[in-house]
């Protein structure tokens, strides 16, 4: 069966203070957010009706707006409880979470400088990002390089950034791959369209980029901080892609990856484990 489109959806969406019906939230063809890209946004996953991580998922909201000049019309307090309020009344247990902003149409020109700032925040149940059936995903290599970070706001969840992810995911999956590596402007190591990247050495310890032109994840340091409980050492630093056929073990952290093993990329395999750390 076809999964039902988004914008067909029953219940309600939180939009601009206040739930509203799911058909009723519609925004106008010139909208300064579809045409310029002026949008951040966030992703939660809940787990038995509460939100992981929702304080951290807020300040990234906040810090996102604020790097793309966004006054957000409310504060972090009101949109966690929000967030909260839309998840029960919306029945979510085990689900994500999107929180959207973006510039209005009060402009449509590059200069948006007068455009109200909208919020909403949508929930629905939803299971795992990859097929739990594969033993561990596939990637390829993007020919998308992440950009340099004097050319973007790349510590962001900012909606401009993903024009690329979706090119890289969409020619991995014409080529029978799941998803996509992606290496910095420097051709190191990345991240994959959504999801971080770490890597097990021979001796167990970890090794994964440092985040300097890309998503500092919240799954990603959730990871190293259960890594460095355990006494698993994990090396942050710059991975060259020669180094590949190094590692035995290589996984992918995200909100909405979670943890997902990975059994190759490209021609490199990696041993997947039942349990990554
Ligand atoms: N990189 C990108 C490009 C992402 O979209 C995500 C998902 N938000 C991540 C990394 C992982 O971030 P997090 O663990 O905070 O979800």
């Known amino acids: 069966m076809e999964p039902i489109?988004?914008?067909k959806r029953a219940g309600k969406i939180w939009f601009n203070g206040e739930p509203v019906n799911w058909s009723d939230v519609k925004i106008h063809v010139l909208n300064h957010g579809l045409h310029?890209?002026?949008?951040?946004?966030?992703g939660e996953r809940v787990y038995d009706g509460e939100i992981f991580k929702l304080e951290e998922h807020t300040e990234r909201l906040f810090h996102s707006a604020n790097r793309l000049g966004f006054k957000i019309?409310?504060?972090q307090d009101h949109i966690n409880k929000s967030c909260k309020d839309i998840v029960k009344i919306q029945k979510v247990k085990n689900g994500y979470v999107r929180p959207v902003v973006w510039r209005g149409s009060e402009m449509m020109a590059i200069s948006a400088q007068k455009t109200k700032i909208h919020v909403a925040i949508a929930t629905?149940?939803?299971g795992s990002y990859f097929d739990p059936k594969l033993k561990g995903i596939k990637l390829n290599i993007s020919k998308w390089r992440r950009p340099a970070p004097n050319t973007i706001p790349w510590d962001t969840?900012?909606?401009?950034?993903?024009?690329i992810c979706t090119l890289s995911k969409h020619e991995a999956e014409k080529q029978g791959f799941t998803d996509s590596l992606m290496l910095d402007h420097e051709d190191n190591v990345a991240e994959a369209t959504g999801a971080n990247i770490f890597f097990k050495d021979r001796n167990g310890e970890l090794h994964t980029p440092i985040p300097d032109s890309f998503l500092d994840g919240?799954?990603?340091r959730t990871v190293i901080q259960i890594a460095k409980s355990k006494n698993i050492k994990v090396h942050e630093r710059k991975i060259k892609p020669d180094e590949l056929k190094n590692f035995v073990g290589c996984f992918l952290t995200g909100t909405a990856a979670e943890v997902t093993p990975v059994s190759c990329i490209g021609e490199n395999k990696f041993k997947v484990c039942e349990l990554i750390i």
């Open 5 to 7: 489109p988004f914008d």
């Open 157 to 163: 969840k900012a909606s401009g950034l993903y024009m």
């Open 124 to 126: 629905w149940e939803w």
């Open 218 to 220: 919240i799954t990603r």
């Open 73 to 75: 019309p409310y504060s």
């Open 36 to 42: 310029y890209a002026s949008c951040v946004f966030e």
